[in-house]
């Protein structure tokens, strides 16, 4: 059975810093796409990040690139989220989802396979 568990979520001020980090078992990790989505209530998922099977590409959505970074580690079935300068507007739930296969997609129901999601909340 394929899990992802994320970890990392807590409560920062602005201009802080957390890593979020999703360790996926139960799959040939290197295998998947793996992207970063967060929740906010009465809003659909938003895409935030997702990097390719071999790291060799990366996409942010517009509102957290230059702050924000995914990165992963296969031989720990791990992808991380770095998240700096954070904002009111990050507060949301972040989960990590995992999908077979080499196309980075930014749409939620592209994904295969879902965390429970950490909570992240940025207070002023």
């Known amino acids: 059975q394929v899990q992802p568990v994320e970890s990392g979520g807590g409560l920062v001020q602005t201009g802080g810093s957390l890593r979020l980090s999703c360790a996926a078992s139960?799959?040939?990790?290197?295998?998947?796409?793996m992207g970063w989505f967060r929740r906010t209530p009465g809003k659909e998922r938003e895409f935030v990040a997702a990097i390719s099977r071999s790291s060799s590409n990366t996409y942010y959505a517009d509102s957290v690139k230059g702050r924000f970074t995914i990165s992963r580690d296969n031989a720990k079935n791990t992808v991380y989220l770095q998240m700096n300068s954070l904002k009111l507007e990050d507060t949301a739930i972040y989960y990590c989802?995992?999908?077979?296969?080499?196309?980075?997609?930014?749409?939620?129901?592209?994904?295969?396979?879902w965390g429970q999601g950490t909570q992240v909340t940025v207070s002023s």
């Open positions: 139960g799959l040939t990790f290197s295998n998947y796409v």
């Open positions: 989802a995992a999908r077979v296969g080499t196309f980075l997609p930014t749409t939620w129901h592209r994904y295969d396979y």
